[in-house]
């Protein structure tokens, strides 16, 4: 009847609206979903190529450097500059005042003294690092690692002789006092850069930087992995609700 076609119509009419606005909907939805997966592909696979290049470089790690377990090797690291810094804050008080023979501001004696501490520190760092990696081969390599071990030794036996001229100008103490500070302070420093000297030795291993690189490379794509895993799983509950 006229009445039951027009009903028909006015149905189709409203099913159309509907599926017109559920493609409105649902087309967005799947495109970004067809993305996140083809992305989740895509970091699977770099995450695959990641993991061997990791496992090679824990080969490496272990040929070069037998006996030692490669999950220590970021440890050490750890220890080590958590040792510097240590050094390094102790370095600036105890070098500080054996400056206050220049007159100058307290200011100015802490920076002289961090920045002599820095120098020592850094030249012990590179001291260890040579001794670790670099054979003595050539004239070169000699050459720097005796500088890199003089220079600062040098330094620290001027700072103790600073601090007995220090002491003497203020009579803080009697002669024989002088210099029992004087090999107590260069006995200190001295300690603090052979310290920081085998630190830099113990920890900078060969191979261990490309043992951290590719690892945090790893951990990385397995954040992103996680991430993309968790968009896709929004995603399809959002597409699951209007369908």
């Not at 799947?30 to 990791?54: F, I, P, T, Y």
């Not at 510097?84 to 370095?91: A, D, P, T």
């Not at 004239?139 to 030794?153: A, H, K, N, Y």
């Amino acid at each position: 009847s006229p009445y039951l076609r027009q009903l028909h119509e006015a149905a189709d009419l409203e099913i159309g609206d509907l599926i017109h606005g559920f493609v409105q909907k649902d087309t967005p939805l799947d495109d970004k979903l067809q993305q996140l997966v083809a992305n989740e592909r895509s970091v699977q696979q770099e995450m695959e190529r990641a993991e061997r290049v990791k496992a090679d470089a824990v080969e490496r790690f272990s040929a070069l450097n037998p006996g030692v377990p490669a999950s220590t090797a970021e440890h050490r690291m750890m220890t080590y500059w958590a040792i510097i810094s240590f050094l390094l804050i102790c370095e600036v008080p105890l070098n500080g005042t054996v400056f206050q023979v220049l007159k100058e501001g307290q200011l100015f004696n802490y920076l002289i003294s961090a920045g002599i501490g820095v120098l020592i520190l850094l030249a012990a760092h590179s001291a260890g690092v040579h001794l670790r990696r670099k054979p003595f081969g050539d004239r070169t390599s000699s050459v720097m690692f005796i500088v890199v071990m003089t220079v600062p030794l040098m330094t620290v036996f001027v700072i103790a002789s600073l601090r007995q001229y220090y002491l003497h100008s203020r009579s803080l103490v009697n002669p024989e006092g002088e210099r029992i500070a004087y090999f107590a302070f260069l006995s200190i420093n001295l300690l603090m850069f052979v310290v920081a000297f085998y630190m830099s030795w113990f920890s900078h291993l060969e191979g261990a930087e490309e043992l951290t690189r590719t690892r945090r490379m790893v951990e990385r794509l397995r954040k992103e992995i996680k991430r993309t895993e968790k968009a896709l799983r929004v995603v399809r509950a959002a597409r699951l609700n209007l369908h």
